[in-house]
């Protein structure tokens, strides 16, 4: 044979042998997944021996527990509360009924625990790992009453503590109707876990997919009811801490002490073996702390998942959790619940000292050490890794503040700086990268009331904390609430945000009522009192404080209601503008967002939301958990803005448009003032417009009424929606109903009922069209229901109105159905101008306006320029916009970018215009003004200045007190805005957030007013 013949016999053989090879790896791999699917055991071939890699880890972090240990810093107990924590709640509970009933509570608790017969702790925290409930779906009212993967509504008692009754439907489970059938075994650590297969499932035993499984955000989810009452179960062992070591605290009786120390040590010897598991229901057969270090390290036969089509991006070598989202731990799948390690920690702080009647301490060295090890270190070991490692404060996304929280509870209690410094440094990382220079986190209202729930405790674990020597630089920081400005900012803008309701707006994946959490409110009231004084009451909305306010707040504080009374503001970095009138729940506000993009961020550009008189006028519907329906919440189509060519707008992260170029929002102008307010905005958020801006006025009445002049310009697409959608008249209301003034259209169907359906028909899109060409104007379109009123006058062009009905579900409730209005336009390559005018009604339909119109301009004004003559029960208005000439309209001379000329029912006269260099009336305002201050400036962030290059214009002038406008410039990533408070003829001075330290090109509009 010659030599090439042999190397080819060669290659060949190599190949067979290697192909041969893959075969034998990929029926290796598929005995494993069907093995484990099916409720198998030990794989084939597996060994049930830790391997010498879970051995060693295991003994280097023992290992570590000891060095930390043996270096810890002498701590006097309790560390967590000051020296007045106890005398301040003695004086709370004498005086006010709140405190008292607190403090009953938690006694009236404590003795019923103390009362229990012996073995009812161990049946409590069982060594069986606890599982969880989110993504779950009730098997009896799916489809009816609830929605697949709504999570399980749990309705239970630990009197009884082995069942629970859906809060859906009230079914109760387990039941012999819907049986656990279905084993998981982790047959190396020991653990089988038992689920309930649907009837889809059942009828198909040889398909083991996960394709006919219940799906939570499109993973296969089995449902474990034994699993989620083992979870009720812990969390309640760990909530009771509480009521024991309070109250052995406020009394002194050693039970409460005693059984708190059983607690715990029960706790520490069933945690350390509980398995490590993520949130798509897939365990680790393995030790579990080495799971949490090797997420994507496993070996595929220590995997365990009843869906096989979660092994599809493993290999027969390797296997992975879902761990980047944090969605594992042994207690809970998310973050594995370190946010409750500060109930742990502190129960063990308050009763660490205690002596028995006899006089003898409670707690051994021995049973002190199993805590400290296999409870307090184990559990924070195990978030490590997720933090960026050992002594790492990598993390900032808005799960970490509970992990560095827990650092702090942990290191606090036992002494540990080196653990107090990760934990501050992950504070000032989340500080300084994970929110803006406003104050907000860089995602949304709701996310930056979840990242200060836990972010903003960390300070306050760690005051007064004795830093030794080696963490001199600590010492120097000193106290963070005096020297820390962006602390302060972050609670300050947390209230700013709210409406007078003391609600946040449902803008950025924020939840329909969502409110700050007690503790940001509690801890305000302490550490910031010039912010939060007199207003607890109305910011809690009758939410019960924490054990926070019992020991450090005034028993008076929380019974306080002042009106909630935040500014009109626009913050620079979220990019959102809030206009506002009056104060309290019946307060108007007026948002507008064009963020940026980023997680958790509004997906649409210059939507509206608009809250008058205790009712949402134009609805955003918020964010509503992780559910189907989001796919609607964050499309284009479900919002109050312009949709082009049926499309969604540019966003990176959208369901069905991806784009690798980022929108560009600009803010264009704002100002604000007692009569009227306004902002305009642009975004290049579709590729075929070449504009596409906002400009939206609150026009301010008395009584804290209003209405909203709005002025939408669009240029480039074939079809453009302007679309309207109010929260009155929805299917949940009473009377609901969509009417009209000036167009008659087609008469309503019955609104549908989906229930808990999640077919995209009853979850996205518009149907049931109602459709009229080429509409009279004006015309009004008024949503009614017992509740209240609104009314839209159409004053601009359309070639049709059409009127729909569409999902409008704000809750986890199903089935919600909203009525939704567009004005079209369709051609090509158009250009329009969409306006009108959105007035509250009130409950009674009191309405505003009389009489509303589009005023032909002068052909000098220029191709974009607007007046509206609007009658009101207040007087008359007319609203000028972009006149690029001076011309003269219903006696009005008019130059510039925006202006409001006013007769009121008095007879009285005013105006008021934003960049502009004429607006005048008879004697009334001025002419031949300089419209605007345009120059480049250097800054000086220390004191909130601007230095222009230039001196300001000869004729300027500042707004009269309670008028405010606001400075434009880019931040070095957008162009924004800053309020201006003054100016001289070299500075411009800004309010309430810090400049950037690069100003560049700004541009200051002249805000005149004049009224006689």
Same mark, same amino acid.
């Given at each position: 044979?010659?030599?090439?013949?042999?190397?080819?016999?060669?290659?060949?053989?190599?190949?067979?042998?290697?192909?041969?090879?893959?075969?034998?790896?990929?029926?290796?791999?598929?005995?494993?997944?069907?093995?484990?699917?099916?409720?198998?055991?030990?794989?084939?071939?597996?060994?049930?021996?830790?391997?010498?890699?879970?051995?060693?880890?295991?003994?280097?972090?023992?290992?570590?527990?000891?060095?930390?240990?043996?270096?810890?810093?002498?701590?006097?107990?309790?560390?967590?509360?000051?020296?007045?924590?106890?005398?301040?709640?003695?004086?709370?509970?004498?005086?006010?009924?709140?405190?008292?009933?607190?403090?009953?509570?938690?006694?009236?608790?404590?003795?019923?625990?103390?009362?229990?017969?012996?073995?009812?702790?161990?049946?409590?925290?069982?060594?069986?790992?606890?599982?969880?409930?989110?993504?779950?779906?009730?098997?009896?009212?799916?489809?009816?009453?609830?929605?697949?993967?709504?999570?399980?509504?749990?309705?239970?008692?630990?009197?009884?503590?082995?069942?629970?009754?859906?809060?859906?439907?009230?079914?109760?489970?387990?039941?012999?109707?819907?049986?656990?059938?279905?084993?998981?075994?982790?047959?190396?650590?020991?653990?089988?876990?038992?689920?309930?297969?649907?009837?889809?499932?059942?009828?198909?035993?040889?398909?083991?997919?996960?394709?006919?499984?219940?799906?939570?955000?499109?993973?296969?989810?089995?449902?474990?009811?034994?699993?989620?009452?083992?979870?009720?179960?812990?969390?309640?062992?760990?909530?009771?801490?509480?009521?024991?070591?309070?109250?052995?605290?406020?009394?002194?009786?050693?039970?409460?002490?005693?059984?708190?120390?059983?607690?715990?040590?029960?706790?520490?010897?069933?945690?350390?073996?509980?398995?490590?598991?993520?949130?798509?229901?897939?365990?680790?057969?393995?030790?579990?702390?080495?799971?949490?270090?090797?997420?994507?390290?496993?070996?595929?036969?220590?995997?365990?998942?009843?869906?096989?089509?979660?092994?599809?991006?493993?290999?027969?070598?390797?296997?992975?959790?879902?761990?980047?989202?944090?969605?594992?731990?042994?207690?809970?799948?998310?973050?594995?619940?370190?946010?409750?390690?500060?109930?742990?920690?502190?129960?063990?702080?308050?009763?660490?000292?205690?002596?028995?009647?006899?006089?003898?301490?409670?707690?051994?060295?021995?049973?002190?050490?199993?805590?400290?090890?296999?409870?307090?270190?184990?559990?924070?070991?195990?978030?490590?890794?997720?933090?960026?490692?050992?002594?790492?404060?990598?993390?900032?996304?808005?799960?970490?503040?509970?992990?560095?929280?827990?650092?702090?509870?942990?290191?606090?209690?036992?002494?540990?700086?080196?653990?107090?410094?990760?934990?501050?440094?992950?504070?000032?990382?989340?500080?300084?990268?994970?929110?803006?220079?406003?104050?907000?986190?860089?995602?949304?209202?709701?996310?930056?009331?979840?990242?200060?729930?836990?972010?903003? $405790?960390? !300070?306050? /674990?760690?005051?007064?904390?004795?830093? #030794? %020597?080696?963490?001199?630089?600590?010492?120097? @920081?000193?106290? *963070?609430?005096?020297?820390?400005?962006?602390?302060?900012?972050?609670?300050?803008?947390?209230?700013?945000?709210?409406?007078?309701?003391?609600?946040?707006?449902?803008?950025?994946?924020?939840?329909?009522?969502?409110?700050?959490?007690?503790?940001?409110?509690?801890?305000?009231?302490?550490?910031?009192?010039?912010?939060?004084?007199?207003?607890?009451?109305?910011?809690?909305?009758?939410?019960?404080?924490?054990?926070?306010?019992?020991?450090?707040?005034?028993? $008076?504080? !929380?019974? /306080?209601?002042?009106?909630?009374?935040? #500014? %009109?503001?626009?913050?620079?970095?979220?990019? @959102?503008?809030? *206009?506002?009138?009056?104060?309290?729940?019946?307060?108007?506000?007026?948002?507008?967002?064009?963020?940026?993009?980023?997680?958790?961020?509004?997906?649409?550009?210059?939507?509206?939301?608009?809250?008058?008189?205790?009712?949402?006028?134009?609805?955003?519907?918020?964010?509503?958990?992780?559910?189907?329906?989001?796919?609607?919440?964050?499309?284009?189509?479900?919002?109050?803005?312009?949709?082009?060519?049926?499309?969604?707008?540019?966003?990176?992260?959208?369901?069905?448009?991806?784009?690798?170029?980022?929108?560009?929002?600009?803010?264009?102008?704002?100002?604000?003032?007692?009569?009227?307010?306004?902002?305009?905005?642009?975004?290049?958020?579709?590729?075929?417009?070449?504009?596409?801006?906002?400009?939206?006025?609150?026009?301010?009445?008395?009584?804290?009424?209003?209405?909203?002049?709005?002025?939408?310009?669009?240029?480039?697409?074939?079809?453009?929606?302007?679309?309207?959608?109010?929260?009155?008249?929805?299917?949940?209301?009473?009377?609901?109903?969509?009417?009209?003034?000036?167009?008659?259209?087609?008469?309503?169907?019955?609104?549908?009922?989906?229930?808990?359906?999640?077919?995209?028909?009853?979850?996205?899109?518009?149907?049931?069209?109602?459709?009229?060409?080429?509409?009279?104007?004006?015309?009004?379109?008024?949503?009614?229901?017992?509740?209240?009123?609104?009314?839209?006058?159409?004053?601009?062009?359309?070639?049709?109105?059409?009127?729909?009905?569409?999902?409008?579900?704000?809750?986890?409730?199903?089935?919600?159905?909203?009525?939704?209005?567009?004005?079209?336009?369709?051609?090509?390559?158009?250009?329009?101008?969409?306006?009108?005018?959105?007035?509250?009604?009130?409950?009674?339909?009191?309405?505003?306006?009389?009489?509303?119109?589009?005023?032909?301009?002068?052909?000098?004004?220029?191709?974009?320029?607007?007046?509206?003559?609007?009658?009101?029960?207040?007087?008359?208005?007319?609203?000028?916009?972009?006149?690029?000439?001076?011309?003269?309209?219903?006696?009005?001379?008019?130059?510039?970018?925006?202006?409001?000329?006013?007769?009121?029912?008095?007879?009285?006269?005013?105006?008021?215009?934003?960049?502009?260099?004429?607006?005048?009336?008879?004697?009334?305002?001025?002419?031949?003004?300089?419209?605007?201050?345009?120059?480049?400036?250097?800054?000086?962030?220390?004191?909130?200045?601007?230095?222009?290059?230039?001196?300001?214009?000869?004729?300027?002038?500042?707004?009269?007190?309670?008028?405010?406008?606001?400075?434009?410039?880019?931040?070095?990533?957008?162009?924004?805005?800053?309020?201006?408070?003054?100016?001289?003829?070299?500075?411009?001075?800004?309010?309430?957030?810090?400049?950037?330290?690069?100003?560049?090109?700004?541009?200051?509009?002249?805000?005149?007013?004049?009224?006689?």
């Amino acid at each position: 044979m010659g030599r090439f013949s042999i190397v080819v016999a060669c290659v060949i053989l190599l190949i067979a042998q290697s192909v041969h090879a893959v075969d034998a790896n990929v029926d290796r791999r598929e005995q494993i997944i069907q093995t484990i699917v099916r409720g198998g055991g030990l794989a084939p071939g597996q060994d049930r021996k830790l391997t010498t890699a879970e051995i060693e880890f295991r003994r280097q972090m023992e290992k570590r527990k000891d060095a930390l240990l043996a270096n810890r810093l002498a701590i006097q107990h309790p560390a967590m509360l000051d020296s007045r924590a106890k005398e301040i709640a003695l004086k709370n509970i004498a005086q006010a009924d709140w405190a008292r009933r607190m403090a009953d509570g938690w006694k009236r608790q404590a003795d019923e625990l103390v009362a229990q017969p012996k073995g009812w702790v161990d049946s409590m925290i069982p060594e069986q790992t606890p599982w969880y409930s989110f993504g779950m779906t009730c098997p009896n009212c799916v489809g009816k009453k609830s929605p697949e993967g709504a999570g399980l509504r749990m309705k239970w008692d630990w009197r009884h503590p082995d069942s629970y009754t859906c809060g859906y439907c009230g079914e109760k489970f387990p039941s012999e109707k819907y049986p656990e059938t279905q084993a998981l075994v982790c047959p190396r650590m020991g653990q089988t876990f038992m689920f309930y297969m649907n009837d889809k499932e059942r009828a198909n035993p040889d398909d083991r997919s996960g394709k006919l499984a219940y799906h939570w955000v499109g993973s296969p989810m089995h449902v474990s009811f034994t699993g989620a009452i083992r979870g009720q179960k812990v969390m309640f062992m760990i909530g009771a801490l509480d009521s024991l070591a309070y109250t052995y605290y406020l009394t002194g009786d050693p039970k409460y002490a005693e059984l708190t120390r059983d607690i715990l040590l029960r706790l520490a010897h069933s945690y350390r073996n509980w398995l490590y598991y993520d949130c798509r229901c897939t365990v680790a057969d393995c030790d579990p702390l080495y799971a949490a270090w090797h997420p994507k390290e496993l070996k595929l036969e220590w995997k365990r998942q009843l869906a096989a089509d979660d092994f599809k991006n493993d290999t027969a070598e390797k296997a992975a959790l879902m761990q980047e989202y944090w969605g594992c731990g042994r207690l809970y799948p998310d973050c594995d619940n370190t946010g409750v390690l500060f109930n742990v920690a502190q129960a063990y702080d308050l009763t660490l000292d205690a002596k028995d009647k006899d006089g003898n301490p409670v707690w051994s060295e021995a049973q002190k050490r199993a805590v400290e090890r296999d409870l307090l270190l184990e559990w924070i070991f195990g978030a490590e890794y997720y933090a960026g490692g050992i002594d790492q404060a990598k993390l900032t996304n808005n799960k970490a503040p509970r992990i560095y929280h827990a650092m702090a509870c942990v290191a606090r209690v036992i002494g540990i700086p080196s653990m107090a410094d990760t934990a501050l440094r992950g504070y000032e990382a989340i500080r300084d990268q994970s929110f803006g220079y406003d104050g907000l986190s860089h995602e949304s209202p709701s996310y930056t009331n979840q990242y200060l729930y836990q972010l903003i $405790r960390i !300070p306050e /674990r760690l005051y007064d904390f004795e830093w #030794p %020597e080696k963490f001199a630089e600590r010492r120097k @920081t000193g106290n *963070l609430y005096e020297n820390d400005s962006r602390l302060r900012l972050m609670y300050q803008s947390s209230l700013w945000e709210l409406q007078g309701n003391a609600t946040e707006p449902p803008l950025s994946d924020t939840h329909v009522g969502a409110t700050l959490s007690p503790i940001v409110v509690e801890q305000g009231a302490r550490r910031f009192p010039e912010l939060f004084e007199g207003c607890m009451g109305t910011l809690l909305r009758g939410a019960p404080v924490s054990s926070y306010s019992l020991f450090n707040v005034d028993a $008076r504080e !929380p019974a /306080r209601k002042e009106p909630l009374d935040p #500014p %009109e503001i626009y913050f620079p970095d979220w990019m @959102t503008a809030m *206009l506002r009138h009056g104060q309290g729940d019946a307060a108007a506000t007026l948002a507008m967002s064009f963020s940026r993009e980023g997680t958790h961020r509004q997906h649409d550009n210059l939507a509206l939301f608009y809250a008058d008189g205790g009712n949402t006028i134009l609805a955003d519907q918020g964010y509503v958990t992780d559910a189907p329906i989001n796919r609607w919440l964050q499309s284009t189509k479900s919002h109050n803005l312009v949709i082009v060519d049926d499309s969604e707008q540019r966003f990176h992260w959208i369901w069905d448009s991806y784009s690798e170029t980022p929108r560009n929002p600009r803010l264009e102008m704002m100002f604000t003032g007692p009569k009227v307010s306004a902002v305009e905005a642009s975004s290049e958020v579709y590729d075929q417009c070449k504009e596409y801006r906002r400009l939206v006025a609150m026009i301010k009445g008395p009584g804290m009424r209003t209405f909203a002049v709005d002025i939408f310009r669009v240029r480039g697409g074939k079809k453009q929606a302007y679309q309207i959608v109010s929260e009155l008249a929805a299917s949940d209301s009473k009377n609901g109903r969509l009417e009209f003034a000036g167009v008659t259209m087609p008469e309503e169907k019955p609104l549908p009922d989906f229930g808990a359906s999640i077919a995209r028909e009853a979850m996205f899109g518009l149907r049931d069209e109602r459709k009229v060409k080429s509409p009279a104007k004006p015309w009004q379109a008024t949503w009614r229901d017992d509740s209240g009123a609104y009314r839209f006058w159409n004053l601009g062009d359309a070639d049709f109105v059409a009127a729909y009905n569409g999902p409008g579900q704000e809750t986890p409730a199903p089935g919600r159905r909203s009525r939704f209005l567009n004005v079209i336009r369709e051609g090509s390559d158009l250009t329009s101008t969409f306006f009108g005018l959105h007035e509250p009604g009130g409950k009674n339909a009191d309405w505003i306006i009389r009489k509303a119109q589009r005023l032909k301009t002068p052909k000098a004004a220029g191709p974009n320029a607007i007046a509206l003559l609007i009658d009101t029960a207040w007087g008359q208005y007319l609203v000028l916009n972009e006149f690029a000439n001076e011309a003269k309209i219903k006696g009005v001379s008019f130059h510039g970018k925006f202006g409001v000329w006013c007769k009121d029912a008095g007879g009285k006269e005013w105006v008021v215009a934003c960049g502009a260099s004429t607006c005048q009336a008879g004697k009334l305002g001025f002419s031949g003004k300089a419209p605007a201050w345009i120059d480049e400036a250097t800054t000086n962030t220390s004191v909130k200045e601007l230095k222009p290059s230039h001196a300001r214009p000869a004729d300027w002038q500042d707004a009269p007190a309670g008028w405010q406008g606001y400075v434009l410039l880019n931040d070095g990533k957008s162009d924004t805005g800053f309020p201006v408070t003054r100016t001289d003829a070299e500075n411009i001075r800004v309010e309430k957030f810090p400049l950037p330290k690069k100003a560049g090109t700004f541009k200051l509009m002249a805000l005149r007013v004049d009224e006689k």
